[in-house]
């Protein structure tokens, strides 16, 4: 499978972390804890970020719901490659964070954009892309169209508390659209697809489909990993440089020595951790950079990777 | 392609059409007969809360509930392992969909799988609410099989009466809840074969049915119920074609949208009543979980020679089928 292009759309209002200095104390524990996420994205007006909360949170956003961002994702995605979005043959998405749970997210903005394809979600939280190509890998070629569509939309910051947590102000809100290929032979090439997923009593985040009282859990277990697997995991990939994104400093530095290389993020020091979407926004920067990535994702006891190969121009 | 056990679970409590009357709801027992042909459902949700509250706060029903979908998903999942002969442990592959779950993170196939005591797997909620049946088989069907696990459980979990807005004149009506379990392998053979699969959507039409996460179940009643009916005559009238099927000796089971919906596709395509397996007059729309749950209560039925055609649809606006042939 080739990834050919993509795009990332994140939320514009940009909180800084001045701006969660000037509304709660929290700042000491921000930069100690995680000191190089310097800003995050949000679909919610600077004011309502920080004093609102549960559904009425959930109901503020005013620039952008997953669907929206999954929109303008896909949109430039599709021009960047030079295709037109009818070229599309299926979407598949992955949301956290939907504003309705029915229909899946991939219809939602597969109806927004006019398109009458094969469309549904395929969840697999934070490691999406990597079960997206997994799936993809696995499929019978003959039953595929040219271009498929891998839309991964997170809202976040929708779910959370930050007064109440100081850990939440590490999410970010904002969607990512891949576009590939088995027969379009560009771009990057995905192979040795690894999911290991072992059910856990440590969830990462724990968003509630009708309250929004995920800001208990929310952020803690996300830096649960544990680093000995993903030392062990990392150091049995092929050298080269990795794409991990996440917003826990310790991890990233052990990406680094592990691999001796700067490890692409996706963005997050700026936009904020949003699931799936960042791990799919380090793609976007190993289509511009270099040769050989090893892809990497993990959360609680999940942990995914896949090689990324530049091939053709 | 085999599925080796099928297995479904209700919940006890029952909704029948007088408990309807009693909430007040500006119906009659004959308008529900005549138009959607429903007696009963069961219902995650305590009777009383019901009464007391006609579910106005949808927030706190799922708190209320005697079950969670991954307690309906667990019990189907039990039996479906118990009719395939194999211990929940030994599946390597989960697939769910969860009409509304009631978490988001973690996703339900994870809850599951940690709940019957699987170690280690590949777990994700493949979603798109009612025909997410087919998309499960059409899914199993369009990976090599080289690369899927010796076992793998399709699971779809519908708990809408939480949903539902108890004051509305049609929906009370409608929703029931239950969960279904089906346990396919490329490996290990069975009686039981998938012989065809297909899957697709027109997501121009996806604001006709909608559950929001703070709101009640919608869908745009008239819109739907032609889509129903027009798209399950096509598909069968595909099907018809493709695999020679003789409604004398084989078995439709559609979308348990509603009875009458259904009678006017047996009446179109001319399928006698022993050959149409439904459960909605006793369970009414169970979502996404509905037509594999007839498929389940009827797995001791199953005849040599007979070909089962499972076409469904709803939301999205999608919807596929599935046809097996029984060895």
Redesign the interface.
């Known amino acids: 499978m080739y990834i050919l292009s993509g795009a990332v759309a994140f939320a514009k209002t940009k909180i800084s972390n001045n701006d969660i200095t000037s509304f709660q104390n929290s700042l000491g524990f921000v930069e100690q804890k995680f000191g190089f996420v310097d800003s995050r994205c949000s679909v919610l007006a600077k004011e309502d970020y920080f004093k609102l909360a549960g559904k009425d949170r959930f109901q503020a956003d005013q620039n952008g719901t997953p669907t929206i961002l999954g929109a303008e994702a896909l949109t430039v995605a599709c021009e960047s490659l030079g295709i037109a979005l009818g070229d599309i043959g299926i979407l598949i998405a992955d949301c956290s964070t939907p504003r309705q749970t029915l229909p899946s997210e991939a219809q939602r903005i597969a109806g927004l954009l006019g398109l009458k394809i094969p469309s549904y979600d395929i969840l697999s939280p934070v490691i999406a892309p990597l079960m997206h190509f997994k799936l993809l890998n696995s499929w019978k070629k003959n039953q595929l169209p040219k271009y498929i569509a891998l839309l991964y939309s997170n809202t976040p910051s929708c779910e959370i508390s930050p007064s109440l947590n100081a850990y939440a102000n590490f999410f970010g809100d904002g969607a990512c659209a891949l576009i590939v290929s088995f027969e379009d032979v560009r771009g990057l090439r995905v192979s040795n697809v690894n999911i290991q997923q072992r059910p856990s009593d440590e969830s990462i985040l724990s968003v509630y489909a009708n309250e929004s009282s995920g800001q208990n859990l929310l952020g803690q277990r996300l830096f649960n990993t544990d680093q000995e697997i993903l030392k062990e995991k990392i150091s049995q990939l092929t050298k080269a440089r990795i794409c991990l994104a996440s917003p826990s400093i310790e991890i990233l530095n052990l990406a680094e020595q592990l691999s001796e290389q700067t490890v692409l993020t996706g963005g997050v020091s700026q936009s904020g951790f949003a699931l799936s979407t960042s791990v799919a926004a380090t793609i976007i920067e190993a289509l511009s950079f270099g040769e050989k990535f090893n892809l990497v994702a993990c959360v609680a006891d999940s942990f995914a990777s896949a090689t990324l190969e530049r091939v053709g121009g | 392609m085999y599925l080796l056990g099928a297995g479904y679970f209700h919940p006890p409590t029952i909704i029948d059409n007088k408990t309807i009357l009693s909430l007040g709801i500006d119906t009659t027992e004959e308008w529900i007969i005549e138009k959607i042909g429903i007696q009963e459902r069961r219902t995650v949700l305590p009777l009383s809360y019901l009464r007391e509250t006609k579910n106005q706060d949808?927030?706190k029903?799922?708190?209320l509930a005697t079950h969670s979908p991954t307690d309906l998903a667990e019990q189907a999942l039990l039996m479906a392992c118990q009719r395939a002969g194999i211990n929940p442990s030994q599946i390597g592959m989960i697939l769910c969909d969860g009409?509304?779950?009631?978490?988001?993170?973690?996703?339900e196939a994870?809850?599951i799988?940690?709940r019957v005591g699987?170690?280690?797997?590949?777990?994700?909620?493949?979603?798109?609410?009612c025909p997410a049946s087919a998309?499960h088989a059409h899914?199993m069907n369009?990976?090599?099989e080289t690369?899927?696990p010796e076992y793998v459980a399709c699971i779809t979990t519908a708990a809408l009466t939480t949903?539902t807005d108890y004051t509305d004149r049609t929906d009370p009506a409608i929703w029931g809840d239950g969960a279904a379990a089906m346990i396919y392998s490329a490996r290990k053979k069975s009686n039981v074969k998938l012989i065809d699969t297909f899957?697709?959507?027109?997501?121009?039409?996806?604001?006709a049915?909608?559950?929001?996460?703070?709101g009640f179940?919608h869908q745009d009643g008239r819109a739907v119920r032609d889509f129903s009916v027009r798209q399950t005559v096509r598909m069968l009238k595909e099907v018809e074609n493709k695999h020679a099927i003789d409604w004398q000796r084989d078995v439709f089971i559609g979308h348990q949208a509603n009875v009458t919906m259904l009678q006017q596709i047996t009446n179109n395509r001319e399928i006698p009543e022993k050959n149409h397996w439904t459960n909605a007059t006793q369970f009414g729309n169970q979502a996404s979980a509905g037509a594999p749950i007839v498929l389940a209560m009827h797995w001791d039925k199953l005849q040599s020679g007979q070909k089962i055609v499972m076409a469904v649809l709803g939301?999205?606006?999608?919807w596929g089928y599935a046809v097996y042939e029984v060895e």
């Open positions: 949808p927030q029903a799922l708190s009409c509304f779950p009631s978490e988001l993170i973690p996703h994870e809850k799988a940690k699987i170690k280690e797997g590949i777990f994700f909620d493949a979603l798109t609410a998309l899914l369009s990976l090599e690369s899927l949903v899957f697709t959507a027109d997501p121009t039409r996806c604001g049915v909608i559950v929001d996460r703070y179940f939301a999205g606006l999608s």
